[in-house]
């Protein structure tokens, strides 16, 4: 099975900055796309930002501007840069992965997902 480790989450104080980081090992795959998620609680999971292959990004308007996502496709690993932090950041962090296997099999893998919270 795919690997899938993220880091990077702590607290910090509104205004600040973090640094997310999720890399994929273990198989053999091709990456279409990798995106990061958060989910706080009593919410459903959104996308914060995506990035694919072809390296077109999308940003959730609360991101634009402050979050900045990037890649490593020789490690495999996707970064979320995370700048003027607000409060309302506060979340779980999820890595989701767009795997492609062998004869065109696509396969979703999540990271095990890293809190982020961001106090006033």
């Known amino acids: 099975q795919v690997h899938v480790v993220e880091s990077g989450g702590g607290s910090v104080q509104a205004g600040g900055s973090l640094r997310l980081s999720c890399a994929a090992s273990?198989?053999?795959?091709?990456?279409?796309?990798m995106g990061w998620y958060r989910q706080a609680p009593g919410k459903q999971r959104e996308l914060v930002a995506q990035?694919?292959?072809?390296?077109?990004?999308d940003y959730a308007d609360s991101a634009k501007g402050r979050f900045t996502i990037s890649r490593d496709n020789a490690k495999n690993t996707v970064y979320l840069q995370m700048n003027s932090l607000k409060p309302e950041d506060t979340a779980v962090y999820y890595c989701?992965?767009?795997?492609?296997?062998?004869?065109?099999?696509?396969?979703?893998?999540w990271g095990q997902g890293t809190q982020v919270t961001v106090s006033s």
């Open positions: 989701g992965l767009d795997l492609e296997f062998r004869d065109r099999v696509r396969q979703n893998y």
């Open positions: 273990g198989s053999t795959f091709s990456i279409n796309a």
């Open positions: 990035i694919t292959k072809y390296g077109s990004t």
